[in-house]
């Protein structure tokens, strides 16, 4: 990406990242700088909602939806390592929010420039892997949520061939 600006993602790298598996988040933040974007990790961010969501509890899900579209809106993109966190984004704040004048707007906006972390590094960067190989096979599996709710199969091949 030399001679262009530097995008700047927000990393959201999710509750089970952050309590579980940390190494994912470090992991994606060397990936997007390497692709050429000034990464930031907003502190404010916590749970995307995506169990409130699912059980139908829409008053918690628009509160942390509306926390983190407020922490994340300085951002040019939104970059998750969670194809179901980012469907949740994507797809279920829009419409959950769609009713309140003050973040229905906010809420499309936000949801346009949230992705999937491959499908970030491939569709929107046209990022190519830099020839590192893996002196190994290996097995990989798609998201069901990233797959169905967002379309993502090729990309992740992509930067695995």
Not at 3 to 30: M, N, S
Not at 84 to 103: F, I, K, N, Q
Request: glycine share 8%; proline share 6%; with cysteine.
């Amino acid at each position: 990406m030399s001679g262009q600006p530097q995008p700047t993602v927000g990393l959201f790298v999710t509750c089970l990242v952050d309590a579980i598996r940390p190494q994912i988040g470090f992991a994606a933040i060397q990936l997007l700088e390497e692709a050429g974007c000034r990464v930031e990790v907003p502190e404010a961010q916590t749970c995307c909602g995506q169990p409130a969501f699912n059980s139908g509890d829409d008053r918690d899900t628009a509160r942390l939806a509306r926390q983190t579209i407020a922490a994340f809106e300085g951002f040019d993109h939104v970059v998750l390592p969670s194809g179901s966190c980012a469907a949740t984004m994507v797809h279920g704040w829009p419409e959950l929010l769609a009713g309140d004048p003050d973040w229905a707007a906010r809420a499309k906006a936000f949801a346009a420039k949230t992705h999937e972390i491959t499908s970030f590094l491939v569709d929107v960067l046209g990022y190519a892997p830099s020839g590192r190989r893996l002196a190994a096979s290996a097995t990989y599996h798609d998201s069901c949520s990233g797959l169905r709710e967002l379309g993502v199969a090729a990309q992740p091949r992509a930067l695995l061939a």
